[in-house]
């Protein structure tokens, strides 16, 4: 069956753009993938690589770089792989073409409190969305190594026919309807890893780290629930899935970042000079602040914000957790 959707471009040139750029691409297809930074420009037209974030992947000669926006005109689709803080302000630069836009990142926007479709909505009110997201390492993706992922659209249908325009022998989309969802899991989630790193870095034990992902599978739930995601994409790809990916392994940027503040480092010790991005750390304080003023109870992520803000200990954030009154569990 032929596909609507053949030109591909991505923009954002980090490990995860540079990743999916390279799994449309490894069968020769031409890709463009926009980046900001004219050394990842140049090393992946010339070296075929990304060193800045992606260094152990060799790159297919098809997929081509620019640090001009203009350059992703008229393709196909265009997967969008930047860090929420800085999305609004390169959607504002995209050529306004009627091809649809796939988000790929994981956080929501401080103020506005808006998932990355939503603020795609305000730029380009008429464009089609689509939201792709799973656990999902950078890296083995791009090593060719087995991934499945959910990719949530309103519409069905693009949905569907996205799914089957990425598919790929080792990389599995399932087609889903709940927008909200598959962003909702992929925002808490890198939360909830930073936790579980501060608990293996503060040594609080593998039971700890268990009730960790559970309770705070919980307060993805309620969250999700409470802005009209679905139980089962919770459950699924996009919010367990990627729960369990990243609260288990040091490979991931937030559970690194958690470990670090369980060992005594401060977040801004740990952030200075870093450039990949630990999406959780931004989004920390914008979920608690979205849940506060929404009266849905998240203490994880609250307790996550506060250290991140660097204005508790472990100690007193592991104290605050386990002094809070007993309840009956599903509540
Ligand atoms: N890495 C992974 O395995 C996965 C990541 N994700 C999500 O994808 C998103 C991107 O992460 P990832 O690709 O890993 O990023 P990286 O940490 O690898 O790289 C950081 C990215 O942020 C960009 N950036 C930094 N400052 C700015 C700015 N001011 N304006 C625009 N871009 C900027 C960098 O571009 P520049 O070089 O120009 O500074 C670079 O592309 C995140 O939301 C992450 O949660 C989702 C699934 C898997
Ligand atoms: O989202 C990811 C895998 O699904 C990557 O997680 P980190 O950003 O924590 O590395």
Redo the contacts with the bound molecule.
Sequence with gaps: MTSDFVRFGVV????????LAQLLAADGAPVRLW???E??VLAINTQHRNP???PDAPLAPSLTASSDLADLAGLDALLV???????R??LEGLPSDNSPLIF????MEAESFAFPVDIARDAFPARPRAVL??P??????AAGLPTAITLAADDLALAEALARALARPHFRPYASTDVIGAEIG?AVK?ILAIACGIVDGARLGLNARAALISRGFAEMTRFGLARGAQAETLAGLAGLG?LVLTCTSS????FALGQGLGRGQSAAELMADR??????AFSAPVVAAAARAEGIDMPITDAVAHLVAGDASVADAVQALLSRPLRREGA
């Design positions: 954002g040139g980090g490990a995860w753009g540079t990743a980046a900001r930074e050394e990842v800045l974030f992606l792989v930047v860090p929420v803080p800085y999305l302000a390169v790929c990142s994981k956080g997201s799973g999902t390492f950078a890296h083995e993706v992929g890198n990627d490979n991931s940027r937030n450039r990949t991005v630990a999406e959780g």
